[in-house]
């Protein structure tokens, strides 16, 4: 689904784009080297975001587990709430190491570039 009126190449992804490559490689004016390098960043990011949605549904059926039975399980509910804030984590870092290496690979002008894809919410991450 498009965000902000934008075009085709919006909606959901790993930088908030149907195909971030493509996306930041254009609007970034991306050298193919740069291209390489985003392309292994964004599917280790898209890996990353996978594992989070996989312990989303499983602490989902902890929860589910814990209310479920005779007897409200405490332990079963914070399991899972664990899960989810490990989650969470481990997302955060991944988040944070793509655009850590992103700014290493851009030049200053393409960092501005990307600085205002993210301010405008045009580009989410």
């Given at each position: 689904m498009p965000r902000h009126g934008h075009h085709?190449?919006?909606?959901?992804?790993?930088?908030?784009?149907?195909?971030?490559?493509r996306f930041l490689a254009h609007k970034l004016d991306l050298d193919e080297k740069q291209v390489?390098?985003?392309?292994?960043?964004l599917d280790e990011l898209k890996t990353e975001?996978?594992?989070?949605?996989?312990?989303?549904r499983r602490s989902l059926a902890e929860f589910a587990d814990a209310v479920g039975g005779e007897a409200f399980d405490a332990a079963k509910a914070a399991a899972a709430?664990?899960?989810?804030?490990?989650?969470?984590?481990?997302l955060r870092d991944a988040v944070?190491?793509?655009?850590?290496?992103?700014?290493?690979?851009?030049?200053?002008?393409?960092?501005?570039?990307?600085?205002?894809?993210?301010?405008?919410?045009?580009?989410?991450?």
């Open positions: 085709d190449d919006e909606g959901a992804g790993a930088f908030g784009v149907r195909r971030p490559l390489t390098a985003l392309a292994r960043i975001r996978a594992q989070a949605a996989v312990d989303d709430g664990d899960r989810r804030v490990q989650s969470a984590t481990r944070m190491r793509a655009l850590q290496e992103l700014h290493a690979l851009l030049k200053p002008e393409q960092r501005e570039r990307l600085a205002y894809l993210l301010r405008t919410g045009v580009l989410a991450v």
